[in-house]
């Protein structure tokens, strides 16, 4: 059980929380809970909250760490969680100073949390709405036996990172069943005439206007027979409004995609939240909280923060250095057309037009970045070089990985692929009504990269117990257009010849 | 109460379970999990364990690294799955870890076998020292260096007599630490396991996996009763003599075969170092059933009466099928003696070896 924080630490919260705010940082109220390594790994294992619904992947993860800890191979030292107040945890058994580093980097995340723009449509009271979540699956499992929920729970699971990433901060609401997405009145392909005696008909029902109207009708209707209209990318949101589900079934697909929704936006700014927590705690730390004692300890958990391995990229790494970069560019004013125009090597080094703008521009841009366009903007060839950053590939011949390139342009290309829409394909609701047989049509938007095939063709067979009728797939394999169906007992794979763009 | 992270790792482990059992056979019967001794972890690949996604593959996707190296140098260790920055938390597992002992309990439930009822003295145990900690005394012998200089580094930091140019770092008397361990009791054997093989041409090498595969299994389930087991091992074609471990599963002689030699040595050295009244004997034999001739059978089925089975809690004898063999031997000692701890196998293949085990262990001997 989470013991109330000790005076001594209560006063250290009051101490870190007053130079952070003194530096600008804003965040909501944060309430630190002091858990032994057992229960941290227990809320680590349920993504920091203290309330999910069961599931056995809980389970496993809490295994895994639980194992890599006695390993001593990882070890917790900070969680925090996006809620209003925010949440964070302490292990009890670590040292004063590592619990002054982990408040000071929860400052950051806090900060970044509340004010970057990914963050605003995330629901603030979310420690509720999970207990909430949880409490309805239980009752389900009660009512309906945990086999049959927690069967729906891994299909949901299973598609979860099948929403529309571009639209993280307006969530949609289903639409309520039987309201029709027609305005248009059924039957009448006529064209609404006004009422006008026979001779003014021509001046006040123009023909002209009335066959475009015609026309405008019938391109309306043509368009209405899609369905959906336009290709749906929140194919969970598809799934909830048009499978045929229980009502207790709908209400568990809802919950799993609230809570992708809720999560989605960490993933999709991993680097610059990191970073930005690690840049912060790292310029308290050494500017303000550090006492001479705790210098070896700190040096020595931070640096283990920040450690990299040729083939992972470590995002408090990258973020940590990219900001520290901005800040510095911004306050020697290097950047704009002057800096980019200039060619010497020698001048560039010494660049300083004493502009000093480097806080007031990170601050802003932790306001409307997300990973991607973080990167975009901030990524410099020089970055690249300093930092040793690299692509590369899985070499065939001697199965392994090997770097393949350390261009400039190409680490950015790859690390931007990597980022954009989550690192996760991109699969949309091509036609609910497939063949006018209700099979779902899913279409891969093909960006070079094929699907691993046999999760692909597992996830498939998820889709389809929830759509219930026959289900396809158009991607690629072996760089060939390729339909794969699944009807329930069968797979089928064909060749696929229909272009639908 | 109980945690409510327990039940999820209960419902996790019984998923894993049940899709062991499912394919039991097939992953008892993978030589390769058994290969190294003392390992007591075995990597089992679980079939879909891990939730399945539309995702890319990551030999496809490639990644961002970051450090030293050359175009084309290999970076030694796979990437994580996923590789880093934008992928999504969490890892998956293909592989679940079993312990070699669950993986027993997991053959005896699917078998239903029955516990055994060892016979015998009380199990002893010894006293062993283990290093566990880190301790403020102790002998210079036991001094840990790195804990001991950190502690100096840190004291002259924080006094302020650490010099950055000149980085001398003196450890006194406090900032000494060693190592200190904790007493732990270690079982002392109390049953011993006599494994006789027949090594003569006619036994090939997937006749020897299947002895080496099911006696592993047998071996395990018997220690998983006992705080501790001993093993011997003996080959035999015309002569035997005893061998260790590894020469055992992988003797291949030739010639003649004479069973009551092996019967023979295996009884002295146990009436020698293990008198039936504190030792729980166990002897499995296996061959693919030729002996010499009827002489030396007679003279088995003295050593079995006489000496082996009175001594035993068990004696086993497999008889695994091969292409030259007769298998008379299993009729013959059918025939000849009736003793309630004599139990008979036949292996044919290695799908018959979980039905074999539970032969051999169905009576909880």
Known sequence: MPQPLSTQLSALQEEVEAHARDYGLDFFETIYEVLDWEEINEVAAYGGYPARYPHWRFGMEYIELSRSYAYGLSKIYEMVINNDPTYAYLLAANHYVDQKLVMAHVCGHGDFFKHNFMFSGTNRKMLDEMANHASRVRRYMERHGIEAVEGLLDRCLSLDNLIDYSALHSLRAPAAPGTGQTEEEEGSREPKRMRAKGYMDSFINPPAAMEAERARKERVRKEEERFPARPERDVMLFLQEHAPLRNWERDVLGMMREEAYYFAPQGRTKIANEGWASFWHSRMMTERLLHPSEVIDYADHHSGTMATSPGRLNPSKVGIELWRDIEERWDKGRHGADWEACDDYAVKRTWDTGAMKGREKIFEVRRHYNDVTFIDEFLTADFVRRHGLFTYEFDRRTNQYVIADRDFLAVKEKLLFMLTNFGQPTIEVADGNFLNRGELLLVHRFEGVPLKLDQALETLEHVQSVWKRPVNLETFVDDEPVALQYDGTTHWTQTATADRS | ?365
């Open chain 2, 1 to 365: 109460m109980v945690r409510r992270i327990e039940r999820d790792r209960k419902r996790f482990d019984d998923i894993v379970r049940g899709k062991i059992k499912e394919d039991l056979k097939r992953h008892i019967t993978r030589g390769e999990m058994i290969g190294k001794q003392g390992k007591e972890i075995v990597s089992i690949p679980v079939p879909q364990i891990e939730l399945p996604r539309f995702r890319y593959g990551s030999k496809e996707q490639g990644g961002v690294g970051q450090g030293p190296g050359d175009v084309g140098t290999p970076l030694g260790g796979g990437p994580g799955e996923g590789s880093g920055a934008g992928s999504e938390p969490g890892r998956h597992i293909r592989e679940v870890e079993v312990s070699i002992a669950e993986m027993t309990q997991m053959i005896g439930e699917a078998l239903e076998l029955p516990r055994i009822r060892p016979k015998g003295a009380e199990s002893l145990s010894a006293v062993r020292g283990r290093y566990t900690g880190i301790r403020r005394i102790g002998p210079e012998t036991l001094r840990s260096f790195k804990r001991t200089y950190r502690e100096a580094l840190r004291r002259q930091i924080s006094t302020g007599s650490y010099d950055p140019r000149r980085p001398l770092v003196v450890p006194v008397r406090e900032d000494m630490r060693y190592r200190s361990w904790k007493d732990e009791p270690v079982p002392v054997a109390n049953a011993v396991v006599f494994y006789l093989m027949d090594v003569s041409g006619s036994m090939g090498n997937e006749q020897k996996e299947i002895v080496r595969i099911e006696s592993f299994w047998i071996d395990n389930w018997i220690r998983a009763h006992y705080d501790g087991v001993q093993s011997r091992y003996i080959v035999h074609d015309a002569a035997a003599r005893e061998v260790d471990r590894e020469t055992f599963f992988s003797t291949r002689e030739s010639g003649g075969t004479k069973i009551s030699s092996a019967y023979e040595l295996a009884s002295e050295i146990a009436e020698r170092e293990y008198p039936a009244s504190d030792w729980n004997l166990y002897v499995f034999h296996f061959s693919d059933g030729d002996n010499l001739g009827t002489g030396d059978n007679e003279r088995c089925y003295q050593l079995l009466r006489e000496r082996l089975l009175p001594a035993a809690n068990l004696f086993g004898y497999g008889q695994v099928e091969s292409r030259s063999g007769t298998g008379a031997f299993y009729g013959a000692l059918e025939r000849h003696i009736t003793a309630e701890n004599l139990i008979l196998s036949q292996i044919r293949d290695r799908d018959s070896i979980l039905g074999s085990i539970k032969d051999f262990l169905g009576k909880g001997k």
